[in-house]
């Protein structure tokens, strides 16, 4: 039996269904105004090293772009996609793709970062070493 239900993030809350790339995992928030309580502020997340950084190299570089599958904001590429809009890839919910299309533009000489969480990565697995490591790209 294969029991195909088709859902709709937020599905009632306004907030969430006009924000599609928020809401998928959320902190505390104020459910009236849609806004998340920070916590106490602690040293800088991943994430957020990676944007500033990778934001920081593409002003010297215009060979990087940036690639995701749905999840700018989650992977920090939202702030490259503000700096450099015509650089940015978003693929939608297609990882093996997002993997695929980084490497042909990594065959033309662009340095593509490609963001996905690791938990979608696998669903790319076979794209990462037949398309990336035996092609030998950077």
Do not use: W
Request: charged share 20%; aromatic share 10%; glycine share 8%.
């Amino acid at each position: 039996i294969l029991l195909h239900v088709i859902t709709e993030k937020g599905h009632g809350y306004r907030p969430a269904e006009k924000a599609g790339d928020k809401y998928h995992a959320v902190a505390k928030f104020n459910v009236v105004t849609g806004e998340q309580k920070k916590g106490p502020s602690g040293p800088p997340s991943y994430t957020s090293v990676f944007a500033r950084e990778l934001v920081r190299r593409a002003a010297t570089d215009d060979r990087i772009t940036a690639v995701t599958a749905a999840m700018p904001s989650g992977t920090g590429l939202d702030a490259f996609a503000k700096s450099y809009p015509d650089r940015f890839f978003d693929v939608g919910i297609a990882e093996q793709h997002a993997v695929t299309f980084a490497a042909g533009m990594a065959t033309e000489g662009l340095r593509p970062f490609c963001a996905i969480y690791s938990t979608f990565l696998q669903r790319a697995y076979d794209q990462v070493m037949h398309d990336v490591v035996l092609q030998k790209l950077p």
